[in-house]
């Protein structure tokens, strides 16, 4: 189990970045998978990124490939989600989740089932404006 603690967020425009990080205290957080879930208002959790417990794969969901870069450091047991060319769409809650699971280190994967993540961090608000 690690307990996670969002942080980041904040109001951006159209076109512009922002960096949200995802720090955990537990040094099990380097066998986990972590990946970032966002809540659009009005509509249910969805997957944006994921990486998983090595850092040699990584997943996006298809709105924001190319555009956000999902990273981490596990000597600081801190996993990042860079946003850049934002989109008004964007605005949402975005909180990081983590995996841990014998199958997920042996096939080294990625998963995009939000109910497979055991831990989640607390949220952070994004708003994009135009």
């Known amino acids: 189990q690690v307990h996670l603690v969002d942080s980041g967020g904040g109001l951006g425009q159209a076109g512009g970045s922002l960096r949200l990080a995802c720090a955990a205290s537990?040094?099990?957080?380097?066998?986990?998978?972590i990946s970032w879930f966002r809540r659009p208002p009005g509509k249910k959790r969805e997957f944006v990124a994921g990486?998983?417990?090595?850092?040699?794969?990584?997943d996006y969901a298809n709105a924001v490939k190319g555009r956000f870069t999902i990273s981490r450091d596990d000597t600081e047991k801190t996993a990042y989600l860079q946003m850049n060319s934002l989109k008004p769409e964007d605005t949402a809650v975005y909180y990081c989740?983590?995996?841990?699971?014998?199958?997920?280190?042996?096939?080294?994967?990625?998963?995009?089932?939000?109910?497979?993540?055991?831990?989640w961090g607390q949220g952070t608000q994004v708003t994009v404006s135009t």
């Open positions: 537990e040094r099990t957080f380097i066998i986990n998978t």
């Open positions: 990486i998983n417990w090595s850092g040699t794969m990584t």
């Open positions: 989740a983590a995996l841990f699971g014998i199958a997920t280190i042996i096939d080294g994967g990625v998963s995009r089932n939000l109910h497979e993540y055991q831990d």
